[in-house]
């Protein structure tokens, strides 16, 4: 089969859907070919002679790209490509799947949405959502020290003792934890908060500190049983996290917010009294501004300075360490793209009953696959 990947056009998204390495092994065995529009690994440091050199052929344009059998993309494709999106051909990416997909449906492509990848062991290797969160955790607390004046260590230095950062880190997923992991390295010292106890002892292993709001009997069986998943919680459990989330931040001097709820907004952890609260020169660093943002003063790719506290909302860490997202995310759509043949004869087998191909697919035969 012919596998396609286009250039990304959404602006500033720099990472590709496939590496020279990805390449290799889609080529290997003769059973398919691969066609890179030209340009397309420019920003992840993938010249087009790296891809031939890997087997890949270099097309002119996306429209090339898009005519073959298998797209392999990043984002979802924008108004202006989705003319170009073959009927009954597969589209997988991250599909953006809690928005519209009328204009996707319309295309007759068969569409795989890597967002709603089940959670299981036999999907981890595929699992784009947490190779990219592991990218925006550590490069969330680099961004946090380029804007914070001050050093993350405790130095003693002939000019007198430097004190030590601290750093309180909100949501310990994927993220988060790497986000506790990398402050770590850099000597700060970590507060965690997270409303599922179950990652306490993770955070601990870190290195960090767990701070909790107590729960109820009901509300931790409540939570224990959302799948791993957060939930949304009761306005009590609210207003007692929001009093702790205050107290914690005003004594941090770097805050990172990864709170997340699938398919809902996220939960507005840093509220503008908290803000009010903090102390002049810490910083927040908002991973959750696509959804709505942790943080009340959160603008998407700006910093907004109040009362001193500057809020930096990242809306896609990735696509700024672009070479190292793209291998990560190109290793799980070739995952992904294996699971698609069959093992034996190679051949195209879409199982529609696997969990994994039946949680991913969006929509096929100009029809959506989901209620
Ligand atoms: P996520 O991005 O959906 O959420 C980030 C974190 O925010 C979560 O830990 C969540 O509990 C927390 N959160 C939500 N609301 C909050 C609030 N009000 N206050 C504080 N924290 C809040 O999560 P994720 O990184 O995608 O991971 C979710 C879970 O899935 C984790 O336990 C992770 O280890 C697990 N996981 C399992 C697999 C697998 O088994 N294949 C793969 C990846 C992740």
């Known amino acids: 089969m012919q596998i396609g990947v286009p250039a990304e056009i959404y602006p500033g998204e720099a990472r590709v859907a496939a590496t020279p390495e990805t390449v290799k092994k889609l080529v290997a065995g003769g059973r398919h070919t691969v066609i890179i529009q030209s340009g397309a690994g420019e920003r992840a440091a993938i010249r087009d002679i790296d891809y031939e050199a890997a087997g890949a052929r270099i097309v002119p344009t996306a429209g090339d790209a898009y005519q073959s059998d298998i797209v392999l993309k990043v984002r979802r494709p924008e108004p202006p490509e989705l003319p170009l999106v073959r009927k009954g051909s597969l589209l997988v990416g991250l599909l953006s799947p809690h928005e519209s997909l009328d204009g996707l449906v319309a295309t007759g492509a068969m569409a795989f949405a890597m967002e709603l990848l089940p959670r299981i062991s036999r999907a981890q290797a595929m699992d784009v959502l947490s190779s990219q969160a592991n990218i925006a955790g550590y490069k969330a607390v680099l961004v946090a020290a380029y804007h914070y004046g001050r050093f993350m260590p405790m130095l003693m230095t002939a000019a007198g003792t430097v004190k030590v950062a ?60 959302a799948g791993g998943y957060a939930r949304e919680m009761s306005d009590d459990y609210k207003q007692r996290q929001a009093a702790l989330i205050q107290e914690r931040a005003k004594a941090a001097d770097i805050v990172i917010t990864t709170a997340l709820i699938p398919g809902r907004p996220a939960p507005r952890l840093v509220t503008e009294d908290t803000v009010a609260a903090m102390k002049p020169g810490s910083v ?17 790719d700006e910093v907004v300075v ?28 070739l995952n992904f793209v294996n699971l698609l043949f069959d ?8 199982d529609r009953s696997d969990e994994i191909v039946a949680g991913t697919l969006v929509c096929a035969d100009g029809a959506p696959a989901r209620s």
Do not use: H
Request: aromatic residues 4%; charged residues 20%.
């Open 284 to 300: 927040v660093v908002d991973l959750a501004v696509k959804q709505g943002g942790n943080c009340a003063f959160s603008v998407a």
């Open 166 to 225: 601290r750093v309180l880190v909100l949501g310990a997923g994927v993220a988060g934890l790497q986000a506790v992991a990398t402050a770590k390295r850099l000597g700060a010292v970590i507060e965690v908060f997270d409303v599922r106890p179950a990652v306490k002892e993770q955070v601990e292993s870190l290195g960090a500190k767990f701070v909790e709001v107590a729960l109820s009997e009901a509300e931790l069986k409540a939570q224990e049983s």
């Open 343 to 350: 093992a034996k004869t190679g051949e195209l087998k879409i």
């Open 306 to 333: 109040k009362n001193g506290v500057k809020i930096v909302a990242p809306s896609s860490l990735p696509a700024q360490m672009a070479a190292d997202s793209s291998a990560l995310y190109a290793r799980n759509l």
